[in-house]
Structures are given as C-alpha cells and as structure tokens.
C-alpha cells in the first residue's frame, strides 16, 4: 500500500485534554488533507496543507489546529478535546489539489473523548 | 450550499443481485466524480473516476458508474453483487467553485447477504 501512516491507531483521552495525531508520508505529495468520519456525514474536511507551513481550514475547522513543518508530516490538534471531537480520523495525500488521480488516505486514528 | 447526497444509508442484497446506489451534487460548472469502497475495519479505496469523455466509467471489482449531467448525478452499479461487495460506499464531488477540494456524500452501508 503506498506511504502513508497515521499515529496513534487508536486513543481514548478526557474532556479538555489536548491530543495530537500524526500522519505520516513517503510519496513526497504536496497536498495533504485531515477528515473526520462519522456515521451519516461521511467524511468532512477539517484542514489541509498545499505545502509546508502552507494549511487552510476545511468545512469543520472549529476545534482544531495543524501545522506542517515538514513535507512528510502533517500534524493534527485537538486543543481541548471534547465528546463532539470522538469520531475516526483520516488523513490522505494526494499530488494535485482535489487529487485527479484519487486520495490515498491512511488507515485512520480512532479517537474516543470521555 | 454545496453538497453531495447518497439517498440511500443501508442497502441489503442478496448475492447476485444487481446494485444501484445514487448521488446527487449541486455543484455547477466543471466537476469531477469519485466513488470509494471502505471494506470493514479498512480505509478508503478509490473505486472509480470520472472527469470527462464518455460519462459511462468503468472501475475496478466490477463498478461502473454514469455520469448524467443534466441530473447532476453519478450513480453506482454493479450487475451481480457478491458477499465480498460489502462495504460503505461514498461518493465524492471535486468541483474548481468549491476550492477544488473533494466533498463526501454521508455513503451508503451495504451488505450483501449470502
């Protein structure tokens, strides 16, 4: 399967604690994307990177943060986790904007806020 | 706003049955068109594409897809389904008005009885 990696597989954390999860490439892509899925809204977009230190805020921004220091890793921030932010997580690359040849995501992050 | 719709949620089929599982966007001008297959417990897998030419695309596993623009539609259908067909299946609309990002319809969970 191609390179790309999420950290953690799994993670329950507590309300208003802040979590981090890490995806992590070997395509050399330049975009990269953050989605959250949950049943009956398939996945909606949180944040995506066209570049290093280049993000922009997708359709469910509110309560997070990225950064992207480096190519291969794109990092994503729940600053004070809440029971609305438990849900799986997938992050995708792809080599042009939108991916006209497809995503490829990862194989997602399962985040539990209790 | 914007938006991709899969009407149905849940489909259930018996094993050589023929599928059709629809989508809807309200985008206009230009767009592409995706269907993913997320088998259980696995990330998203492209199935199929579509960006211009002859609106009926063929994919892997089977899939097909036609594009109808005048009903804004891009349904999936597969002629004879099988029990390893069970999967949540999602449509995704790439539009150059919507920032050229990928938007998801909510998918459609189906499971193909033996």
């Known amino acids: 399967d191609a390179g790309i990696t999420q950290s953690p597989r799994h993670k329950v954390t507590e309300t208003g604690t802040p979590v981090t999860l890490r995806c992590h490439q070997t395509e050399n892509h330049r975009y990269m994307y953050w989605y959250r899925q949950d049943p009956g809204h398939g996945l909606r977009l949180i944040h995506y990177?066209?570049?290093?230190?280049?993000?922009d805020k997708g359709e469910v921004s509110d309560g997070y943060s990225v950064s992207r220091s480096k190519t291969e890793d794109f990092l994503l921030t729940l600053e004070s986790a809440t029971s609305s932010q438990t849900s799986v997580y997938f992050c995708a690359i792809s080599e042009i904007a939108g991916g006209d040849y497809g995503y490829t995501f990862g194989s997602g992050t399962r985040l539990t806020v209790v | 706003a914007q938006s991709v719709s899969q009407h149905n949620h849940h489909v259930i089929l018996s094993e050589a049955a023929s599928l059709e599982l629809g989508c809807n966007y309200s985008y206009g001008g230009t767009v592409n068109l995706f269907w993913y297959v997320q088998y259980p417990g696995q990330h998203l897998q492209l199935l199929l594409k579509?960006?211009?030419?002859?609106?009926l695309v063929k994919g892997i596993k089977g899939f097909e897809a036609e594009f109808i623009k005048s009903k804004f539609s891009f349904n999936l259908r597969k002629p004879s389904v099988q029990w390893s067909d069970t999967a949540e299946y999602f449509c995704?609309?790439?539009?150059?008005?919507?920032?050229?990002?990928?938007?998801f319809g909510g998918g459609t969970r189906l499971m193909v009885k033996p």
């Open positions: 990177s066209y570049g290093v230190k280049d993000t």
């Open positions: 995704a609309v790439k539009s150059w008005d919507a920032g050229n990002m990928l938007t």
């Open positions: 579509y960006f211009s030419g002859d609106p």
